[in-house]
């Protein structure tokens, strides 16, 4: 009976480490990219954009939650975008570029594509507005000349967008792996366990 316990606890704790292992893979969405394409695409008509990484709203390539860099976090917040809605980007977009920032916010005036000039958010405060970096390529989370070009950098229309994911893969989730591995563990001792009951 003690035996039977201290399995069903190994298989347990096994399945419970193999979920919180591969929970973290489910945070990054490829949705949002193509969208912020898409958005930007009807944001200034006839200019062309590349499908972004992911590092234009958070601060590494693998995305996920609580990885926002500035812009991210701003857009979040002053467009009010909300998870697993990447649908509704273009929306976004126009709103943030719509809002006057609040008066604690760093913005920068901005000559927009309706003819008129008010301020816009500067997520970055490099004293370009993030809808002018954006009109120009430039990113709107990397101040000075370090953001220019940065948002389709030169490579990506080269070699693909993505290409500088693919180049240096994310390392390996190794608690992920760890994870798994203790399920075959645990399913194969539970298996085991269950063929010597029967003999």
Avoid at 23 to 43: D, F, G, M
Avoid at 95 to 116: E, H, S
Wanted: proline share 9%; aromatic share 8%.
């Amino acid at each position: 009976m003690h035996k039977v316990s201290s399995l069903k606890l190994l298989i347990g704790g096994c399945l419970l480490l193999s979920l919180l292992g591969s929970t973290r893979a489910l945070h990054a969405s490829t949705s949002y990219p193509p969208e912020l394409q898409k958005a930007l695409q009807q944001q200034f008509p006839g200019q062309a954009f590349c499908v972004p990484q992911c590092i234009a709203c958070h601060v590494t390539n693998e995305g996920g939650f609580g990885t926002l860099n500035v812009f991210g976090e701003n857009l979040k917040t002053y467009g009010n975008v909300l998870p697993a809605q990447p649908s509704k980007l273009v929306g976004w977009i126009d709103a943030y570029f719509k809002a006057t920032p609040p008066p604690n916010v760093p913005a920068a005036n901005t000559l927009f594509l309706d003819g008129t000039t008010r301020p816009s958010f500067d997520a970055d405060r490099d004293g370009a507005s993030d809808y002018t970096e954006l009109q120009r390529n430039d990113s709107p989370s990397e101040s000075g000349p370090a953001g220019v070009g940065d948002f389709c950098p030169a490579d990506a229309a080269t070699y693909g967008c993505f290409a500088r994911v693919a180049a240096a893969p994310p390392p390996a989730d190794r608690v992920g792996l760890f994870a798994a591995a203790l399920a075959v563990l645990g399913l194969a001792a539970f298996r085991r366990r269950s063929r010597d009951r029967r003999a």
